[in-house]
């Protein structure tokens, strides 16, 4: 029976570019000049320091400029509170998401009985299967879930036939 996987997985690599160059031109910049503005990477989660809310500001746009330019979807970020760290100095933490959660997953699975689509969506741990009989229905369920699932970046593969 074909199928495909519907998953929520960002390229963990182009981050780690991405979050090098962000630190290479935060370095360099006039304006980041005697800051200790930088970004750290440990595991999916990044550490965004600087000296200032607007410096936490900038360096977060420079980081969302150049995770796009690797082409990593900005939506995989989730980003949390500004934190005090002592004196000026604040810090954010940023969770990259990786994985379908429980909500999503039930919500594209309602998506898809709804749509009459003559396939099933099944729940299996953090990606969401598709089977059906005929290709065409399932090119019509990806083709739907582009469409209405907009606030994560879903990828689809093992596509099987």
Do not use: C
């Amino acid at each position: 029976m074909p199928s495909f996987d519907t998953v929520l997985e960002p390229n963990l690599v182009e981050v780690r570019n991405a979050v090098d160059q962000s630190n290479k031109e935060i370095g360099t910049r006039f304006d980041f000049k005697g800051s200790d503005s930088r970004i750290e990477l440990k595991d999916k989660e990044l550490t965004l320091y600087a000296d200032s809310d607007f410096q936490l500001g900038q360096v977060l746009d420079i980081l969302t400029l150049k995770m796009t330019k690797r082409s990593v979807d900005a939506r995989f970020l989730d980003i949390g509170k500004i934190e005090k760290i002592g004196g000026d100095k604040v810090k954010q933490v940023v969770k990259i998401k990786a994985g379908i959660e429980t909500e999503l997953a039930k919500k594209i699975q309602q998506l898809i009985k709804g749509s009459k689509i003559k396939v099933q969506a099944s729940i299996q741990g953090d990606t969401v299967r598709v089977s059906g009989t005929k290709r065409d229905d399932l090119q019509a369920a990806i083709a739907l879930l582009k469409k209405d699932v907009t606030e994560v970046p879903l990828t689809f593969n093992n596509f099987r036939d």
